[in-house]
């Protein structure tokens, strides 16, 4: 065993170990459509008094957070995003009335005179709770939280005072608050009638005593007023925050809601588990059969992959939601991608006899690969990174779990896959028995491929009307049936029902329109399973809804509620189609930089053809065009330009070692040497699809969908669509051949491999 392989069977046990340590002590972060619960996006709003800005919004939310804990919500979330929107996680609550209804209202912040014991019973006074429990017997309100200007937290080091909150009102409000406590001054030092309450929806948030050196009738001047007491800096400036916030209410808008059912999210948890058992088995024994023992040890670090990526999810905090799910499934397949590129190229290297020990053939395999797995995995990182930046809620959750199953999958090829590899092949059993490793025969499509002189680009334009062929189909899809935008994308209401006893479409219909909602769309997924989409409908009358239909069908069940603003799904179709124009000009950078122009804009012209035939598929077939979809679709982006660069890749290998030879002859062999990683590397991907689609449930049977077409049509243009495209613009191209690599260092074999330890370098 060679000391680089040495080196990575230390580092991938090492970094193994850590990865089943975290996953057996560390749980992960589930998203609320997996556990269950509500998450609401409240949009702040600019005030008489208050612009709805970082700040303010900032207020709004301690504000909130106050009024959350009040619920007893469990382990509630909230968090800014951007500017001037906070996003609010509810786990466990399936009725979001209630919580809509105290979020929606603006801060009450007020200011009262303490009474006497048992005199708050008369008159508009009330009795409260101070800040230590004990009742206050409070006045009518003197003075609004709109009367305050600023609140901050101070610490005086000099007076030794330690943390205070310092008060400073506008005008009117200053008068009246110099009354208030100067009428709390009449009062002798102690008594509770010289304490005032600040008041925060019906919460003492404090109630601090007058000074004593307040005379009666004196009162404290704004701007001079501090609260004072024994205060952690923490606790100082969560009161500043509260006083100021009561004092610029920001109003807030619920522009998106999402409810999901516990029991959804359970359910989407096993199918997902079922299909990636199922479709990681199938790729492994499909895997094992075509490259038999080395196939075998790739699938051993295919299941170390899915350990790592697992541990990085759950050790990054990240959350893990349904669409996150799928994309780890989804990863699984793609993950063997870079191990049947290196595969392919051993094979090559050990059949033509470039190389005469399997180590070097292996060796020159996993050099020869590099750069075509460099170039798809940056692709596709790409496309998760976009996801991440202009997908919104679980979709973003999908861009993250995409990328570390990315990078998670380039480490378990180069350093695991390679040193079990490594290993295996410095053992002479492995290389006496050739039908034992796998990569000592040809394989039985490159043997067919080769037995026969297959031409396929003597007519370029012949492929490319097929092309177009297939988008103006798809094209006539959007264009008859339309496209069906989920609520993501228009605004409204989507609220999906399960019922205890079977209810007929006509039945459901007709008792929505009874319930006031005649334009509200009904369809059904079974005999018990209801969905109701309409364009506007409040908690109360959802609430309503539900008990009219729960006469029709017993005890109903509200499965996923999911509300988006007018405003918000405006907001999300254009951040969509910013994504794909984004996706489309990266891509675009990306392989004019890294190929030749014409490379370049065959890739993208494939790309789009694959976007405009999945989106028409599902004009055709009347799916729903959603956030999920979007996700499904930039990924098919990735995978489709993976595959093209791996074919311009060879294509500019060959090329640049036969610049004479005509391009089509140059791409018509990079095609069929490629063939054999496509059809491989597609099997991978589609098992994993398949079994998403079976067993994923309904959740995720759309996201399957699209992926199962893309990756198809993906695979059929990267070789049938960019390549004749390149063609045609070759001819007009007058850029010379690609240039041949540097020649190697004298005492190394070519492309800079170090020589075989079995291998004395004698030749004759």
């Not at 996006?41 to 939310?61: G, H, P, W």
């Not at 588990?273 to 080395?294: D, E, H, M, N, P």
């Amino acid at each position: 065993m060679t000391r680089a392989t040495t080196v990575r069977a230390v580092l991938a046990a090492a970094v193994l170990l850590v990865s089943v340590f975290i996953t057996l002590t560390m749980s992960p972060r589930l998203g609320l459509d997996l556990q269950g619960g509500t998450r609401m996006v409240l949009q702040a709003k600019d005030s008489d008094t208050a612009k709805a800005d970082r700040e303010s919004t900032d207020r709004t939310l301690e504000v909130l957070r106050q009024r959350i804990d009040s619920l007893g919500v469990s382990e509630p979330t909230l968090t800014r995003s951007g500017e001037d929107r906070i996003i609010v996680e509810l786990p466990d609550v399936q009725d979001p009335r209630q919580a809509a209804d105290v979020i929606g209202r603006t801060a009450q912040l007020g200011f009262h005179a303490v009474q006497e014991a048992g005199a708050g019973q008369k008159g508009e006074g009330k009795t409260l709770p101070d800040e230590q429990g004990t009742p206050l017997a409070l006045g009518p309100e003197r003075l609004s939280g709109g009367g305050v200007k600023d609140a901050t937290a101070q610490f005086d080091a000099q007076q030794g005072t330690g943390w205070s909150v310092s008060l400073d009102f506008h005008k009117d409000a200053g008068q009246e608050w110099k009354r208030l406590t100067g009428d709390a001054a009449c009062h002798p030092a102690g008594d509770e009638r010289r304490r005032v309450a600040i008041v925060l929806d019906e919460k003492v948030i404090s109630s601090p005593q007058v000074d004593p050196s307040i005379g009666c009738e004196v009162g404290l001047p704004s701007g001079s007023t501090q609260i004072t007491g024994s205060f952690s800096a923490d606790e100082a400036r969560d009161l500043a925050l509260l006083i100021k916030g009561g004092a610029l209410p920001v109003p807030v808008e619920i522009v998106e809601q999402r409810t999901v059912g516990p029991t959804l999210g359970a359910d989407a948890i096993d199918a997902s588990a079922r299909a990636a058992l199922i479709g990681a088995a199938a790729t492994a024994l499909f895997i094992t059969f075509v490259y038999r023992l080395f196939g075998a040890l790739a699938a051993l670090a295919l299941g170390a992959y899915s350990v790592i990526s697992y541990a990085a999810l759950v050790v990054l905090g990240v959350t893990l939601t349904l669409p996150g799910l799928a994309g780890f499934v989804l990863a699984i397949g793609m993950a063997v991608d870079a191990n049947v590129l290196v595969f392919e190229r051993a094979r090559e290297e050990y059949a033509g006899r470039r190389s005469r020990s399997l180590r070097s053939a292996l060796t020159a395999g996993f050099r020869n690969a590099w750069s075509a797995v460099a170039d798809s995995n940056v692709t596709t990182l790409i496309a998760a990174a976009l996801l991440f930046f202009l997908g919104s809620g679980p979709v973003k959750g999908f861009g993250v779990t995409l990328a570390i199953g990315v990078l998670a999958s380039m480490f378990s090829a180069l350093v695991i896959a390679r040193a079990l590899t490594g290993i295996a092949a410095g053992s002479r059993f492995v290389n006496d028995y050739r039908g034992v490793n796998g990569l000592a025969r040809p394989g039985r499509v490159r043997t067919w491929l080769n037995t026969r002189d297959i031409q396929l680009f003597r007519s370029p334009r012949r492929w490319l009307m097929i092309s177009a062929a297939l988008v103006l189909v798809a094209v006539s899809g959007i264009l008859v049936r339309g496209i069906d935008l989920g609520v993501e994308f228009t605004g409204g209401r989507l609220v999906e029902y399960s019922t205890s006893r079977p209810v007929d479409i006509g039945t459901a219909r007709d008792t929505v329109a009874a319930a006031g909602f005649e334009d509200a769309e009904v369809t059904t997924a079974g005999d018990r399973d209801l969905s109701v989409r309409t364009g506007k409908l409040d908690n109360d009358g959802e609430h309503a809804l539900r008990a009219a239909l729960a006469e029709e069908g017993g005890e109903t069940t509200k499965v996923r509620d999911e509300l988006i603003g007018p405003s918000l799904g405006d907001e999300l179709r254009r951040n969509a189609l910013i994504a794909l124009g984004v996706a489309v000009f990266v891509q675009l950078a990306y392989l004019a930089a890294r190929f030749r122009w014409t490379f370049a804009v065959a890739s993208v012209g494939a790309l789009v053809h694959d976007v405009v035939i999945l989106v028409g598929a599902f004009a055709w077939l009347g799916r729903p065009v959603d956030g999920i979809f979007l996700a499904a679709l930039l990924t098919v982006i990735g995978y489709s330009v993976n595959d093209s660069v791996v074919v311009f890749d060879r294509v500019r290998e060959l090329w640049a070692g036969s610049r004479r030879t005509p391009v089509a002859d140059v791409a018509n062999r990079a095609v069929l040497q490629t063939v054999p990683r496509t059809v491989n590397t597609g099997m991978g991907a589609l098992f994993i699809l398949v079994a998403l689609a079976v067993l994923g449930g309904d959740s995720l049977e759309d996201f399957a969908l699209a992926l199962l077409i893309g990756v198809c049509v993906g695979t059929y243009s990267s070789v049938m669509t960019a390549v004749p495209g390149a063609l045609l613009l070759e001819r007009t191209g007058k850029a010379p051949p690609p240039a041949r690599k540097r020649a190697p260092k004298r005492g190394r074999p070519a492309g800079g491999a170090r020589r075989d330890p079995a291998d004395n370098g004698a030749r004759v």
